[in-house]
């Protein structure tokens, strides 16, 4: 009988880099109706505070679910089909950033790569205003994830 590779569970550093190599992530929040709501996120993650943080607007669904329940997970997928991390943890919202340059306006703008920051920073600050942006803290108590190593033929 041939041995197939089995699943590699990744240690928290492994994941841990995983969270940091990607933008996109899964996040999953929970439903009134407990089943879980999934949308497609940006992210950054601070590996040092084990924090991953999101932009989204205050009227979100998300948001809804994440005050009525903070748990969450964030499921980010490796370099191939077989490799993943999930975060689980606990979400805090901000409040609304209502003043252009405000803290949540400056923690918004933090979450933007240095390459990718627009050149009038202050348009951009009284964009975030006007779409009533909040930042999602999502405090991980928790990472899992596994690799396959499979050779190529």
């Given at each position: 009988?041939?041995?197939?590779?089995?699943?590699?569970?990744?240690?928290d550093?492994?994941?841990?880099?995983?969270?940091?190599?990607?933008?996109?992530?899964?996040?999953?929040?929970?439903?009134?109706?407990?089943?879980?709501?999934?949308t497609?996120?940006?992210?950054?993650?601070?590996?040092?505070?084990?924090?991953?943080?999101?932009?989204?607007?205050?009227?979100?669904?998300?948001?809804?679910?994440?005050?009525?329940?903070?748990?969450?997970?964030?499921?980010?997928?490796?370099?191939?089909?077989?490799?993943?991390?999930?975060?689980?943890?606990?979400?805090?919202?901000?409040?609304?950033?209502?003043?252009?340059?405000?803290?949540?306006?400056?923690?918004?703008?933090?979450?933007?790569?240095?390459?990718?920051?627009?050149?009038?920073?202050?348009?951009?600050?009284?964009?975030?205003?006007?779409?009533?942006?909040?930042?999602?803290?999502?405090?991980?108590?928790?990472l899992?994830?596994?690799?396959?190593d499979?050779?190529?033929?």
């Amino acid at each position: 009988m041939t041995q197939r590779p089995t699943p590699r569970t990744l240690s928290d550093e492994a994941l841990s880099d995983l969270l940091g190599t990607q933008q996109f992530g899964t996040l999953a929040t929970v439903k009134r109706s407990g089943h879980p709501h999934l949308t497609t996120m940006v992210y950054s993650w601070d590996a040092e505070a084990r924090t991953l943080r999101f932009s989204t607007t205050a009227d979100r669904v998300k948001v809804g679910h994440l005050r009525r329940n903070p748990r969450a997970a964030l499921h980010v997928q490796g370099g191939d089909v077989w490799s993943f991390a999930v975060a689980e943890g606990e979400a805090e919202i901000s409040e609304s950033t209502t003043v252009p340059g405000d803290a949540v306006g400056r923690e918004l703008l933090e979450m933007i790569p240095q390459a990718a920051r627009p050149d009038d920073e202050g348009e951009l600050l009284e964009q975030l205003v006007a779409e009533r942006r909040v930042v999602i803290r999502l405090k991980v108590d928790r990472l899992y994830g596994t690799a396959l190593d499979i050779e190529s033929q």
